[in-house]
């Protein structure tokens, strides 16, 4: 007989998903995922964008709710599609009032699916825009450590939204880089796996007012649901997690992190 999985907790406290794709969910309808969110009490979700074909789709999506949001932006293992045309439409479409940063942007070394130096340009030609816009940033930086903050100090003086390294699993120097210049770090279910004692290190020595919770759906479902198909709803179970990684009060972390992603995607609204 299998064993019965516990069932996702139900906070007083709101939570807001900082980082999924709902147009990659396939397991259930999509009514169904955004009602299931809502019943365990996940107040906002923001879709990211990652690549030239989901830009709009991301756009039509962060319209399906009053609650749902979106980016735009393409991932470093789109790098190479991306043009000046595309470039346009993120233009146009930053200030959206439904669109809420640039992203998914960054570098890619682990999979190396784009030239490195074409990364790193489209990296730059991002974070200008998102300079222009007055916008801040979904950062993807993996194996890329030395490169993103070599980037990222480029434009500290003129990248007055900071923004998020999201689903971070890099190492130290990048953590206190960023810690120190502003940004958040994203944590997902991946903090509760065995062996990522080096993101829950990441973690405890990051400040709770810099913590911002994401599942990154639907991949890195936590445990206790590994091995199916990651949600929004799921996202109690990683701030459970980090409260127990951080020794805090769970109502400590609920609070602080659901400001802090106010004050990074929801400052002037």
Same mark, same amino acid.
């Given at each position: 007989?299998s064993?019965?999985?516990?069932?996702?907790?139900?906070?007083?406290?709101?939570?807001?998903?900082?980082?999924?794709?709902?147009?990659?969910?396939?397991?259930?309808?999509?009514?169904?995922?955004?009602?299931?969110?809502?019943?365990?009490?996940?107040? =906002?979700?923001?879709?990211?964008?990652?690549?030239?074909? %989901?830009?709009?789709k991301?756009?039509?999506?962060?319209? !399906?709710?009053?609650?749902?949001?979106?980016?735009?932006?393409?991932?470093?293992?789109? /790098?190479?599609?991306?043009?000046?045309?595309?470039?346009e439409?993120?233009?146009?479409? /930053?200030?959206?009032?439904?669109? !809420?940063?640039?992203?998914?942007?960054?570098?890619?070394?682990?999979?190396?699916?784009a030239? =490195?130096? !074409? +990364?790193?340009?489209?990296?730059?030609?991002?974070? +200008?825009?998102?300079?222009? /816009?007055?916008?801040?940033?979904?950062?993807?930086?993996?194996e890329?450590?030395?490169?993103?903050?070599?980037?990222?100090?480029?434009?500290? %003086?003129?990248?007055?939204?900071?923004?998020v390294?999201?689903?971070?699993?890099?190492?130290?120097?990048?953590?206190?880089?960023?810690?120190? +210049?502003?940004?958040?770090?994203?944590? %997902?279910g991946?903090?509760?796996?065995?062996?990522?004692?080096? !993101?829950?290190?990441?973690?405890?020595?990051?400040?709770?007012? +810099?913590?911002?919770?994401?599942?990154?759906?639907?991949f890195?479902?936590?445990?206790?649901?590994?091995?199916?198909?990651?949600?929004?709803?799921?996202?109690?179970?990683?701030?459970? %997690?980090?409260?127990?990684?951080?020794?805090?009060?769970?109502?400590?972390?609920?609070?602080?992190?659901y400001?802090?992603?106010?004050?990074?995607?929801?400052?002037?609204?």
């Amino acid at each position: 007989m299998s064993k019965k999985r516990r069932e996702i907790p139900v906070f007083d406290h709101p939570i807001i998903e900082t980082h999924c794709h709902l147009d990659y969910l396939k397991d259930r309808p999509l009514e169904e995922t955004l009602a299931e969110s809502q019943r365990v009490n996940i107040e =906002r979700v923001i879709t990211i964008a990652v690549a030239p074909d %989901n830009l709009a789709k991301v756009r039509e999506l962060s319209n !399906v709710a009053p609650w749902v949001y979106g980016t735009q932006g393409i991932h470093p293992h789109e /790098a190479e599609t991306y043009t000046d045309a595309v470039e346009e439409e993120i233009r146009q479409h /930053a200030g959206d009032e439904k669109i !809420v940063a640039v992203g998914e942007i960054g570098l890619d070394y682990f999979y190396d699916n784009a030239d =490195r130096e !074409v +990364q790193r340009d489209v990296f730059r030609r991002q974070l +200008q825009l998102a300079c222009d /816009a007055d916008r801040p940033v979904v950062i993807h930086s993996r194996e890329a450590d030395e490169d993103t903050i070599a980037i990222l100090k480029e434009f500290e %003086n003129s990248l007055t939204r900071r923004g998020v390294i999201h689903s971070f699993t890099s190492g130290p120097g990048l953590a206190k880089y960023a810690l120190d +210049q502003g940004w958040c770090l994203g944590f %997902n279910g991946i903090t509760t796996f065995n062996k990522a004692e080096n !993101v829950r290190d990441i973690v405890r020595m990051s400040p709770i007012e +810099q913590i911002l919770l994401e599942t990154d759906a639907p991949f890195l479902t936590p445990v206790p649901y590994r091995g199916r198909e990651n949600a929004p709803f799921y996202l109690p179970f990683v701030a459970e %997690n980090i409260a127990t990684v951080k020794d805090l009060p769970l109502e400590q972390v609920l609070s602080q992190t659901y400001l802090n992603s106010l004050r990074t995607f929801f400052s002037e609204r």
